[in-house]
C-alpha cells in the first residue's frame, strides 16, 4: 500500500511538472515610442514590425491570461536564441501553482514547487534531459513541453503580418512607450501562407510556433499588436475559442537584445526524471 501510495503521489508530481513546462512561451522587444510614417499603410507597419522581429536574439518579457486546461497564467522571462536556445521563467498557473522553469544546455529544468520537492526526497530541481532525444530531434521535438520551451516567442509577435484586414485602432501608451494599436483576425491557413517568403530558419522558427495552437485546437484567432517607434512589438495579444477551451494570452516586451545568462541548478538539488520513469515502471 505505501509503495502504491507513494507512486501514486510521485506520477501526479511529474504530471503537473510537464504540465507547467508546456505553458511556457515568450515574445519580444521595446523602445523609445512614436508613430508610424504617415505614408505607411497599416499593413505595411505590421509586416516592417515583423521584419524586424528577425534580428532579435535575446529579451525579456511578462505574458498574462488564460490558457485551455491551464486556466489563468502569469510569468515574467527572459530568453535567448543565440548561440544556443536558453530560457528562464518564473510562472504562476490557476491549475499548476508556482513553478520556475529553465532551459539551458539542451536540459529543461522545473523547481520552485514545495509539493514537487515532498515528492522528490526533498530536492527541488527536476531534469529532462532533451539531449537524449537525438541529434536530430532538436528541442522541437514530441517530449513532454519540450516543444513549446524552445519556441521563440518573436515569431509569435510577428503573427498578425498573416492577416488580411490589419486595421489600425489607434496611438497608445504600454508601458510608459507610446505606442501604435493594430488589430486583425488570422487563421491558421493564413498564418502560414505568410510565411512563404521568409527566410528558411525564419519560416521554420515561425511554423514551430504554430504547433502549439494547432494542438490546442485553435484554428482562428484575433490578434493586437502594439509597435512602438523603432517599429518593433510593444506588446501584442491573442485570442480565440480553441477546441479545448479559452485562449486569451497577452505578452509585454520589456527589452531586447541585451544579455541573457541562464544556469542549471546545482546536481545536488536535482532529480532526474528519466531516472524516475526508471522507478516507476520497475514498481
Given at each position: 500500500m505505501g509503495i502504491s501510495v507513494r507512486r501514486s503521489a510521485r506520477t501526479r508530481t511529474i504530471g503537473a511538472a510537464l504540465a507547467a513546462v508546456a505553458l511556457a512561451a515568450?515574445?519580444?522587444s521595446c523602445s523609445k515610442g512614436g508613430d508610424e510614417s504617415?505614408?505607411?499603410?497599416?499593413?505595411?507597419?505590421v509586416a516592417?514590425?515583423?521584419k524586424n522581429t528577425e534580428e532579435i536574439t535575446s529579451f525579456r518579457y511578462r505574458m498574462k491570461g488564460e490558457m485551455p486546461e491551464a486556466g489563468?497564467?502569469?510569468?515574467?522571462?527572459?530568453?535567448?536564441?543565440?548561440?544556443d536556445i536558453a530560457m528562464s521563467m518564473k510562472m504562476t498557473a490557476a491549475t499548476e501553482g508556482s513553478a520556475e522553469i529553465r532551459l539551458v544546455d539542451k536540459a529543461m529544468y522545473i523547481g520552485g514547487n514545495p509539493e514537487l520537492a515532498k515528492e522528490m526526497d526533498g530536492?527541488?530541481?527536476?531534469?529532462?534531459?532533451?539531449?537524449?532525444?537525438?541529434?536530430d530531434a532538436g528541442l522541437g521535438a514530441t517530449a513532454?513541453?519540450?516543444?513549446?520551451?524552445?519556441?521563440?516567442?518573436?515569431?509569435?509577435?510577428?503573427?498578425?503580418?498573416?492577416?488580411?484586414?490589419?486595421?489600425?485602432?489607434?496611438?497608445?501608451?504600454?508601458?510608459?512607450?507610446?505606442?501604435?494599436?493594430?488589430?486583425?483576425?488570422?487563421?491558421?491557413?493564413?498564418?502560414?501562407?505568410?510565411?512563404?517568403?521568409?527566410?528558411?530558419?525564419?519560416?521554420?522558427?515561425?511554423e514551430k510556433s504554430t504547433e502549439q495552437f494547432e494542438k490546442l485546437g485553435l484554428d482562428k484567432f484575433?490578434?493586437?499588436?502594439?509597435?512602438?517607434?523603432e517599429d518593433h512589438a510593444k506588446q501584442f495579444r491573442m485570442r480565440?475559442?480553441?477546441?479545448?477551451?479559452?485562449?486569451?494570452?497577452?505578452?509585454?516586451?520589456?527589452?531586447?537584445?541585451?544579455?541573457?545568462?541562464?544556469?542549471?541548478?546545482?546536481?545536488?538539488?536535482?532529480?532526474?526524471?528519466?531516472?524516475?520513469?526508471?522507478?516507476?515502471?520497475?514498481?
Open positions: 515568450g515574445a519580444v504617415p505614408k505607411m499603410t497599416p499593413a505595411a507597419a516592417k514590425a515583423a489563468n497564467i502569469e510569468a515574467e522571462a527572459s530568453m535567448r536564441t543565440k548561440p530536492k527541488k530541481w527536476m531534469k529532462f534531459d532533451l539531449s537524449s532525444l537525438g541529434k513532454p513541453g519540450a516543444g513549446q520551451a524552445d519556441q521563440n516567442p518573436a515569431s509569435m509577435s510577428s503573427f498578425l503580418n498573416g492577416a488580411k484586414d490589419v486595421k489600425k485602432v489607434g496611438t497608445e501608451t504600454v508601458e510608459g512607450v507610446k505606442t501604435t494599436h493594430y488589430s486583425g483576425d488570422v487563421t491558421l491557413a493564413e498564418l502560414k501562407a505568410s510565411f512563404k517568403d521568409a527566410d528558411k530558419a525564419v519560416r521554420e522558427q515561425r484575433t490578434m493586437d499588436m502594439w509597435v512602438d517607434g480565440g475559442d480553441a477546441t479545448k477551451g479559452k485562449f486569451d494570452m497577452t505578452f509585454t516586451f520589456l527589452d531586447y537584445n541585451k544579455p541573457v545568462t541562464v544556469e542549471a541548478p546545482p546536481a545536488a538539488e536535482t532529480a532526474d526524471l528519466a531516472e524516475m520513469m526508471k522507478e516507476l515502471q520497475s514498481s
